[in-house]
């Protein structure tokens, strides 16, 4: 299950490139990163990646911190394909709404991967603690929305410029 979202993102990325859209090559450079992650953390689950190990020895932590950066991740990825979905296709009439309505489904999305997880936890208690990877942690799930969250802010805030001029070679190669 950890790893199910790589596999649906690259259906949809087959399907979309079929139907004629291509995302950037910025979005698409963050979509192979987030994929990695996710296929990491699903192999070694988020709990045990060693590189989680090695940063949280580093830094004195007693949690393996790779899982928040994947919840990072959750916020900075979907953040950066909404915006450029919402930009290229002129959802919004007035671009103003548009940070406020990234971040809302970022956050949404955010949400609704907490509540499959704990759908998940509630039909096998036997894998929850493995899927879920809480490592303890009773606002786990608070935390991971925080962390997408912030991931999709810091997209829009620190990407915004670089993303418009990815879309824009995009538009003048087509």
């Known amino acids: 299950m950890e790893v199910a979202p790589v596999f649906l993102g690259f259906i949809a990325l087959f399907i979309s490139q079929r139907k004629g859209w291509r995302f950037s090559n910025l979005a698409l450079g963050w979509i192979a990163f987030h994929m990695i992650l996710l ?13 989680g190990r090695w940063v949280g020895d580093l830094c004195g932590f007693a949690r393996n911190h790779y899982d ?6 959750q916020g900075w990825v ?8 919402f930009v290229r296709s002129g959802v919004l009439a007035q ?3 548009l940070a406020f309505c990234v971040i809302s489904f970022c956050l949404a999305l955010s949400a ?13 208690a ?6 879920l990877g809480t490592q303890g942690d009773p606002w786990d799930s608070q935390w991971d929305m ?3 969250g912030i991931g999709s802010i810091g997209a829009l805030t620190l990407l915004s410029r670089a993303h418009d001029r990815s879309i824009q070679k995009l538009t ?3």
């Open 39 to 51: 296929l990491v953390g699903g192999h070694y689950t988020y709990a045990l990646v060693p590189l």
């Open 68 to 73: 928040r950066l994947g919840h990072l991740t």
């Open 78 to 85: 979907p953040a950066i394909i909404c915006r450029e979905i």
């Open 95 to 97: 671009r103003q709404w």
């Open 112 to 124: 609704s991967y907490e509540l499959v997880e704990w759908a998940a936890a509630s039909i096998s």
């Open 126 to 131: 036997d894998g929850s603690q493995a899927f």
């Open 146 to 148: 925080f962390m997408a």
């Open 172 to 174: 003048f190669a087509a």
